[in-house]
């Protein structure tokens, strides 16, 4: 640790700098040491330097100024005019009354306000998870689904309206597994970042495929499209298994309810296999919710029109490498590579184990959806349909 191996001397003048107000480059340069003593300084005693009767800057409240305002709320002054006479935003003022003031008299003590600021201010803070088991149980739970830790959050508004207990924003559960991973708490939170990819793909390259014939670009789509809310519309691709079994998966996906269909392609992934499997699985679909579908240039769709005359969609081409105007496909496909590795034979797979792969994805809260999952949004579409036709005389 870095306050061992140098003087105390020393570690007191670079916490007198940081306390006084200065950076971590500011700090090391005044006490003659490296920024990475001063950081490593600061991390051992939990982020924060704050010797007693110190202050980091004019905008807190120090123990002067809390008697000022103690003494000028006693005299009926409106927090515009207490502000105004310690030298603050009456905002500031109305904050520290409120944060600070007694919970049983409801009085404002000055000495006992300095006391709670001084506390609320130490670092490193009990993490919530550690202290709310109930709530610990559930994040657990959810990121054990491959939930992300803001689909947990979102989720946990969803699932307990009314319990404000059941409450933890995402930052809370990131600083959890990795800012403060004390004791038990990180090896049961941690979860695993979806996307092995470490470095992004080159931008700008040009087109090598091979033309489609009669491909209708992404741009003679319907604009109602681009808006979501009219169902029915779907982005296609295929996700690549490893070169020596040249296998894939077909990908679907409803845009207005993210809803993802899965395409065994045990045969292979030529044009009139793919073609065979769309048609399969888009057939089975009410009409409505088979408008249109947009893929990328990949010669594996060459039989566009097959599909168009068996099933009635109309099939739209995005632009050579434009994976934004496929963006719902493009981010499901991330999401498959945790369960569809890249390198692995996805001929392996299973019509029943693909099934299973797109149930949990489509039992997934989106944000977009409210925190509401594919499934449900489907199930509700279904619904409204339904009742559409009861009603219809």
Known sequence: MAGKRLARERVQAVLDCLAGGMNGR??????????????????????????????????????????????????????RAIG?????????????????????????????????????????KPSKLSQHPRLRE??????????????????????YPGDPAMRVSHETIYQSIYVYPRGGLRRELQACLRSGRVIRRRRGRRETRGRIIDAVPIGQRPPEVQGRLIPGHHEGDLIMGSAASNSAVGTIVERTTGYLTLLPLPHGHDAASVADAIIEHMSALPPWFARTLTWDRGKELAQHKKITAATGIAVYFA???????????????????EYLPKGTDLSTCTPAQLQAIADELNDRPRKRLGYHTPAEALAKLLTEDLNRVATTP
């Open 26 to 79: 500011q700090a090391a340069r005044a006490a003659g040491v490296s920024k990475t003593v001063v950081y490593q300084l600061l991390h051992s005693i939990g982020g924060v330097c704050r010797p007693a009767g110190t202050k980091y800057s004019d905008r807190y409240l120090d123990r002067e100024r809390r008697y000022d305002l103690a003494r000028l709320r006693e005299s009926g002054l409106s927090l």
């Open 84 to 124: 105004e006479q310690i030298g603050c935003a009456a905002s500031t003022v109305s904050r520290e009354l409120r944060r600070n003031c007694d919970r049983r008299t409801g009085r404002y003590h000055p000495e006992q306000a300095d006391w709670l600021a001084w506390e609320r201010q130490r670092r490193p």
């Open 138 to 159: 559930q994040v657990q739970q959810l990121l054990d689904r491959r939930y992300s830790p803001e689909q947990v959050s979102g989720r946990l508004a969803v699932s």
């Open 319 to 337: 632009d050579p490498y434009s994976p934004w105007q496929r963006g719902s496909n493009e981010n499901t496909n991330g999401l498959l590579r």
